[in-house]
């Protein structure tokens, strides 16, 4: 894919991994260095605390969906600009109706901008569930801010046992 600038600077492009059939997604910025050496999402240290965090939870790694609102690594871990978020959106969105998840979980404040409202303060908003376009999104700190301030790391651990009963719920109506 050549859609934007981050095909320049790419090892891999990290498309995101998990069940077709997953019934929960989690949406993160973009790949950082071991996602783009591995062509993996999640897999260098926010991945490591997002396994555990999971694991906390009660959900199992390879029952959930894993994707990025960019596929391709921001030089330095940069935020991915607007128009390359614009530029995958395409490829996200493609996901998302393939998948159909019941639940998306959007990791850090990128992911909330690009999928519930760029207006948001994800101080505010982390563990408050909303509908969008009749899927329940539940914005959670991204982990690897949760790696820098020791503080977010109790809000992670509550913000996904509360996303667990969520799920529970959502999938208890169906
Ligand atoms: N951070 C992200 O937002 N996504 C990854 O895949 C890895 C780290």
């Given amino acids: 894919c050549r859609k934007c600038r981050l095909w320049q600077s790419r090892t891999h492009a990290v498309p995101g991994e998990g069940p077709a059939d997953a019934h929960i997604m989690f949406i993160g910025e973009g790949p950082g260095r071991e996602e783009d ?24 790694r390879d029952e959930v969906f894993i994707s990025n609102i960019v596929k391709c690594r921001p030089p ?12 995958c959106r395409d490829y996200l969105n493609g996901q998302i109706a393939v998948i159909n998840p019941k639940v998306i979980c959007t990791l850090g404040r ?18 408050q569930p909303r509908q969008v376009s009749g899927i329940v999104v539940v ?15 109790p809000q992670l651990v509550a913000d996904m046992a509360k996303l667990r009963l969520i799920l529970d719920r959502v999938l208890c109506q169906r």
Avoid: C, M, W
Avoid at 39 to 45: E, I, Q, S
Avoid at 110 to 127: C, F, N, Q, W, Y
């Fill in 37 to 60: 050496l591995q062509g993996r999402p999640f897999v260098g240290p926010a991945g490591q605390l997002l396994n555990e965090l999971l694991a906390e939870a009660g959900l199992r």
């Fill in 76 to 87: 330095d871990n940069r935020e991915p600009l607007p128009d390359e978020v614009a530029a």
């Fill in 110 to 127: 990128p992911a909330l901008h690009a999928l519930v409202d760029p207006g948001l303060s994800i101080t505010k908003e982390h563990g």
């Fill in 139 to 153: 914005p959670l700190y991204h982990p690897a801010a949760a790696l820098h301030r020791q503080d977010l790391r």
